[in-house]
């Protein structure tokens, strides 16, 4: 799921501290190299695209995806739902944001394989949400009524997929990249190149 790096506020907490220009060039760069590193012979890349004027720019910027949509109005919930609802005839899938460069194919395809055993596979974020969710088949009950953007995400997740019975895999956790700590932080592993 991504958003065009041109249009609207991109990364707000972000920009705050370091301005929207910036803002907008770490995040496009960011978004590059994770689309990138997702590419592999043994996945689809499904582009999920906003805003909704900008779905065409959006597929020439991201080029290779299987296939394209735009992300339907609504919640993250809501889209996220269409997502997985989109995918039903898939025997996997998983829906990413484009906020954590550390995310890969490789940590895809390990979340894909966990499903073996589980019902729902996660990877958590340091700041209480997660970077990846990999299901079998929709779950829309995982998405209603959540406190989204915040730090409650993945416990409310948790409890959620518990009180439906859904049996959970938690990943190792990522570093999203929100604030400027986030940034200084991921450049010094690597993950994002110093300007």
């Not at 707000?12 to 590059?32: K, N, P």
């Not at 394209?68 to 996220?80: C, I, K, N, S, T």
């Not at 409890?159 to 019975?165: I, K, M, P």
Request: net charge negative; with cysteine.
């Amino acid at each position: 799921m991504a958003r065009h790096w041109a249009v609207g506020p991109v990364k707000t907490r972000l920009a705050a501290s370091i301005g929207q220009d910036r803002a907008r060039e770490i995040y496009r760069a960011m978004v590059e190299s994770l689309w990138a590193g997702i590419a592999n012979p043994l996945l689809e890349r499904h582009l999920w695209a906003t805003p909704e004027n900008h779905g065409e720019s959006c597929e020439e910027w991201l080029q290779g995806a299987s296939h394209a949509f735009l992300q339907p109005e609504g919640d993250l919930g809501a889209r996220m739902s269409a997502a997985f609802e989109q995918a039903r005839s898939c025997p996997w899938a998983a829906v990413i944001g484009t906020d954590c460069p550390a995310l890969d194919a490789q940590v895809i395809l390990e979340a894909g394989a966990a499903l073996d055993h589980v019902d729902v596979s996660l990877i958590p974020t340091f700041d209480g949400g997660y970077a990846l969710m990999a299901l079998r088949q929709p779950q829309p009950g995982l998405f209603l009524d959540m406190p989204w953007s915040t730090e409650a995400v993945l416990p409310r997740t948790l409890e959620r997929a518990e009180s439906l019975g859904l049996k959970v895999a938690l990943g190792p956790p990522l570093r999203d990249l929100d604030n400027l700590e986030d940034l200084q932080i991921l450049q010094s592993e690597g993950l994002i190149p110093r300007a």
